[in-house]
């Protein structure tokens, strides 16, 4: 541990959820107890981790910020800030201006800009700029119907922030299909993308510097299952060298001017070609997993932030393993559609990074896994009464 960063706090500004846990853990595997303000009503893990040596429980955001600037917006040393939501990161960056002086924390250039480049419509315009390729893409209001993208398509909400998000997306076929998903779709502008038969993800995580001058992506991941909506939540790290997309990504962080961890998402086609998703403007949830590879990225971007400059001489990261998201794994794949036996399942587990469970850690994992067993308990003895 370099001895400077111990004179600083280090806030986790967060929700109740296994994403801000990996950061908390990461931090604390290298002996920096962390401060929580947490926004949940019943959190069952981060109020349980052994590395919280403070936790604010608050209700909303808004309250958060509050407690954020009366507790620690006037330090001798400037805190570090995580987040790990984009709703989270949003309100900072739109705060940019008041907190710039008081806290390391993830944001661009300028008040408001990582909240621009939040819209799809705007990162995706920023994307190809920076020479990625896109699916053919349409901005939308509801219940418009395409003039520009052929069926089968994808809707997608546009924010993450607002409207239903993922809940907002569906396949369509034909026109049909859409008018029956608009029914269903709560965000105000949509956009709708050509459909385009997954073979696989890339997924990069890594964290920039100096105003997005220096960036590093240790890893890339790929998932071993998934499904054509969504991510998985078994995967394979493997070192990243691909030069050309690690071009793209440095550019687009630099336009941004991008300082904090981040993540950026590529969809594989069956002939291999790569069509930009999105960047997340904050900590993602594989980000525990590059920890256990060797690379703790909160640690390091801290660090960096400090020094100006990074030195990973000392850094012995792994060449490939896997990582997985262990409950959700189990109910996904081996009770519901069954496409693991179970015998097999636990083979992968125990050869897996895990972002639940932690031997040194456990208490947020048993307390998590007792609220999934009791939750549907508790409604099944309220309906018989």
Same mark, same amino acid.
């Given at each position: ?139 939308v209001t509801p219940r418009t119907l395409p ?8 809707t997608k909400a546009i924010i993450s922030t ?52 220096? @960036? ?6 790929? !998932?071993?299952?998934?499904? %054509?909506?969504?991510?998985?939540? &078994? *995967?394979? #790290? /493997? ?109 992968? @587990? ?6 639940? !469970?932690?031997?040194?850690? %456990?208490?947020?994992?048993?307390? &998590? *896994?007792? #609220? /999934? ?13």
């Amino acid at each position: 541990m370099d001895k400077n960063l111990l004179q600083h706090k280090f806030i986790v500004f967060c929700g109740d959820h296994y994403n801000p846990l990996g950061i908390i853990r990461s931090l604390g595997e290298v002996g920096i107890q962390s401060i929580a303000i947490l926004v949940a009503e019943h959190p069952v893990m981060i109020n349980h981790s052994r590395y919280v040596c403070q936790l604010h429980q608050v209700a909303t955001n808004e309250e958060g910020y509050e407690v954020l600037l009366k507790e620690y917006g006037n330090e001798k040393v400037k805190p570090f800030l995580y987040t790990a939501s984009d709703d989270i990161t949003s309100l900072l960056d739109l705060h940019y201006d008041d907190l710039k002086n008081k806290f390391h924390f993830f944001h661009g250039k300028s008040q408001g800009i990582v909240t621009h480049y939040m819209d799809k419509e705007n990162i995706c315009n920023l994307a190809v700029e920076c020479g990625c390729g896109i699916a053919n893409t349409e901005m939308v209001t509801p219940r418009t119907l395409p003039t520009k993208v052929n069926y089968p398509l994808m809707t997608k909400a546009i924010i993450s922030t607002l409207g239903g998000w993922k809940e907002d997306s569906f396949i369509c076929k034909n026109e049909e299909d859409l008018i029956e998903a608009y029914k269903h779709i709560r965000s105000e502008r949509l956009l709708l993308q050509e459909y385009i038969t997954k073979k696989n993800e890339l997924c990069l995580d890594g964290f920039s510097f100096n105003g997005g001058e220096d @960036v590093y992506i240790p890893y890339y991941s790929n !998932y071993l299952r998934f499904s %054509n909506m969504s991510y998985g939540p &078994y *995967m394979v #790290m /493997r070192p990243f060298l691909d030069e050309k997309v690690m071009g793209q990504v440095k550019m687009m962080l630099k336009k941004v001017g991008f300082t904090g961890i981040f993540s950026v998402e590529f969809l594989i086609d069956k002939d291999d070609k790569l069509y930009f998703l999105e960047v997340n403007f904050r900590n993602s949830t594989w980000s525990y997993a590059y920890t256990c590879g060797g690379y703790n990225m909160p640690y390091l971007w801290a660090k960096a932030e400090l020094e100006g400059s990074l030195e990973l001489s000392k850094v012995k990261p792994l060449n490939e393993f896997t990582a997985m998201v262990e409950p959700d794994d189990f109910v996904e794949n081996v009770i519901k559609h069954r496409k693991v036996a179970l015998w097999q399942w636990v083979k992968e @587990v125990k050869a897996s990074k895990l972002y639940y !469970y932690n031997k040194d850690d %456990n208490s947020p994992f048993w307390h &998590y *896994m007792w #609220m /999934r067993l009791w939750r549907p308990i508790k409604r099944r003895i309220k309906y018989i009464a």
